[in-house]
């Protein structure tokens, strides 16, 4: 494999944020259906932040 070679897209329900922002800790995320098992988890992690203040989004917008 050639590095950066994409595998697969998934996208991470707002749901799944909740529960890492609850769980206060890196959780596990079931993706397979959505990458047709190419990729089968993924982690990740989220924190709350106060509601006027913008994200600081890094890198492309993807719409």
Known sequence: MVN???TG????RKEDIDK????G???????AEQ???????VQISATSS???T?????GSRWN
């Open 20 to 23: 890492a922002i609850d769980a």
């Open 25 to 31: 800790k890196p959780i596990w995320i079931n993706v």
């Open 35 to 41: 990458s047709m098992n190419q990729i089968l988890f």
């Open 9 to 12: 897209v998934v996208e991470i």
């Open 54 to 58: 913008r994200p600081k989004i890094e």
């Open 50 to 52: 106060f509601p006027q």
């Open 4 to 6: 950066d070679d994409v």
